[in-house]
């Protein structure tokens, strides 16, 4: 990744860059727009969401149904295009983590009861490549692939303990309302200590241990350990932490297979 | 879908349109150059193919890089990025088939020895859905969810036989070099005899046999069988034209499933 202080193009809101970039980062917002719990929408609900003039949407639409990346249905609602398809097996082959990966993972969820997500670092996000749903009825489920923020959550200050100053440098202009200076001191503080714990930073009611995964001498990634705050409690946080230490050193040891090669 | 003779952003050559939707057709030209054969590839090899300067190449991959997805290896080589698992699930499940169509695709492959998939239209393309490969080692696959010509193949001209004039329109900008009038005499006799048969339309050795599907007396889908063709001898083809049509005529009464509702 080439970072350049005079290409703001890697912006994630769309409104802050210009031209055909724009177009992209408009796209993709839209295409956002859609997941298990809204695989259709109607054309109403995208204008209000992507916050767009009408005639931008419906032109934005129309070039995303002729690419075959949207579809709608005979009742004026839009969804994702079969285009999809073309993607499915070549980014899950590309990002799937090992079966030694994925097994150290569900143990884990066996030990805690608690969702477990590997994360990365992509650009000045994070993301989920691997879950592993936890075994009770109120659980915390993320969204794998998608793209969360970097000034919140128990992974993010793990992360950004191995993120070059230009990381830095888009999170201060993407996020004037962090306090960076806070954030540094909390990233110092976890790379000291060796875990992150958060409660309610991105979410209310959420809670989250999170740990490093090295390889080489190098973080790169984060295993972490999710669910609701109030079984994130003072007695049990001690027993999670150790479990996701245990867990991240076997993997650390391990590898986590192919996907390493963008790590 | 609103077709517009005054709106080109449908057109499938990112050269052919402007401002944004070229942004947006040159960043999904970019990512179809990803598959299976070729998951990684250089800066080099991808402004060779793309055909754009080099500037516009890395500026390009910077906003894909940013927004998850592209990503790059520690060799200098580019891939999908980790965004797409954002939209496996998810597609994966608007788009996928009944299990009874299913079954019978794997009956039809048990019968003929050959692949057999189910393609839809979308806009002036056509797309397979679903495939089953056949039991040869030479055998014909298609990568599913890819954008095919509807100007070539045996399901284009049965998928043609229910294209609203719009289609043909968009053919006729989009193809000046294809004969629309013998096209049209082709799709018309398709519609007349109730399959097609075709060699080496698209792709020199490749034969196909397609059937349409119908639902409430309406072709929304097309099943066809595909091999090399050597196999499509005269005395096979009878052959192939009864299993396929026998095939899509139980498909017909029991329905795609859910994803009628795109077609």
Known sequence: MVYGVDMPMTETASGRADGGVRSIMRAVDLLDLFDAEHPWRPLR??????ELPKTTVVRLLATLEGLGLVADRQD??????????QWVRLSEAMWEVSEGTRRVMRELVDRCGETVNLYIR????????AQ???????????TVGAQLPLTQGATAKV?????????????ERRHPEVDL?????EVAGTAEIGYSVTHGERELGASSVAVPIRRHGRVVASLSVSGPTSRFTADRIGGYVDAVTDAAQRISAAGLGSVEVFL
Chains 1, 2 share one sequence.
């Open 122 to 129: 992509q650009d000045a996000s994070r993301v989920s490549i």
């Open 181 to 185: 200076a806070a954030l540094r001191r």
């Open 76 to 85: 004026g609602t839009y969804g994702l295009g079969a285009r999809f398809l």
């Open 159 to 171: 992360l950004l303990g191995a993120a070059p100053a230009p990381v830095w440098e888009l999170l």
């Open 132 to 142: 592993q749903e936890g075994t009770t009825t109120v659980r915390s489920v993320v």
């Open 45 to 50: 609900e995208i204008v209000t969401l992507t």
